[in-house]
């Protein structure tokens, strides 16, 4: 293993049923790392997120966080989740709690840390991603692109090592997409480790370190952005990218 590497996964097995779904994934992601995550609707972007904070359980390989495998469940997952934040398409956040509650919560259930700790950490992000006015909010008070910034700095209060993006963009308006997008780039350049499933090949380009490529529940191809858009070496990223770009 690599000394710096952070997430890795070996030799990757998932099925849903009779679909094999991940199919041998390799994949390092380094720490302080951007891989963005491209391919078609049902490649097995979400699946291959959800398997490295095991939202999903998997048939064979092995998963390691800092070269730490995975377990299966108990305590030492609640731990490592937490470690390994998620932001999801539809931020999920609770509905009938402030915008300060919804970051707070976790950290003071999981990270058993004291309320009036948990509410300073919580104002420190939301001020970090422009939100601290919006405070004592509901989440239906703001607007989508506020929702998800909400969401990451919900993620980041867990002090995550590592964040995992699943479309964080694809159920915003146009005019929201940015300013996630800025906030997920100033996290890309304070070092922060992500992996991003995303179809904002701008984003790709600018802030990715590697591109990973999937079709049909295979990593396809995984390089530079720079190699990947300028001359993909698959017939299947070239079909992709004809069709986005
Ligand atoms: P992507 O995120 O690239 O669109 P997914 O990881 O969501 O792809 O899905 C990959 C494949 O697995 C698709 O064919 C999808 O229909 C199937 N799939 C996803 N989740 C489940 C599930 N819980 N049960 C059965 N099949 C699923
Ligand atoms: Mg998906």
């Known amino acids: 293993m690599a000394v710096d590497s952070l997430i890795e996964l070996r030799g990757v097995n998932k099925y849903y049923g009779p679909l094999h779904v991940l199919q041998n994934i390799d994949l390092t992601v380094a720490r302080g790392e951007v891989v ?13 997120c959800r398997t490295m904070n095991r939202l999903e359980t998997i048939e064979s390989g092995l998963i390691t966080i800092e070269g730490t495998p995975l377990p299966a469940e108990g305590r030492g997952l609640a731990r490592l989740r937490a470690e390994v934040g998620m932001v999801f398409q539809s931020f999920n956040l609770f509905a009938h709690r402030t915008v300060l509650d919804n970051v707070s919560l976790a950290q003071i259930k999981v990270r058993k840390r004291k309320k009036e700790d948990a509410d300073r950490r919580s104002r420190e992000l939301l001020d970090r991603v422009g939100l601290l006015s919006q405070a004592d909010k509901l989440p239906a008070q703001l607007s989508g692109g506020q929702q998800q910034r909400v969401a990451i700095a919900r993620a980041l209060a867990m002090d995550p090592k590592a964040l995992l993006f699943d479309e ?5 308006d146009p005019e929201m997409i940015n300013e996630v ?41 995984d390089r530079t952005p720079e190699d990947f858009f300028t001359a993909p070496a698959s017939d299947r990223a070239k079909d992709f990218l004809s069709k986005i770009l």
Not at 168 to 172: D, E, F, N, R, V
Not at 193 to 221: K, L, P, Q, Y
């Open 36 to 48: 963005v995550v491209i391919g078609p609707s049902g490649s097995g972007k979400s699946t291959l």
């Open 168 to 172: 964080p963009t694809s159920a915003l």
């Open 181 to 221: 997008l800025e906030v997920m780039r100033q996290l890309a350049r304070e070092g922060m480790t992500m992996v991003v499933v995303t179809h904002e090949m701008g984003f790709a380009r600018s802030a990715a370190n590697r591109v990973v490529f999937m079709s049909d529940g295979r990593i396809v191809e």
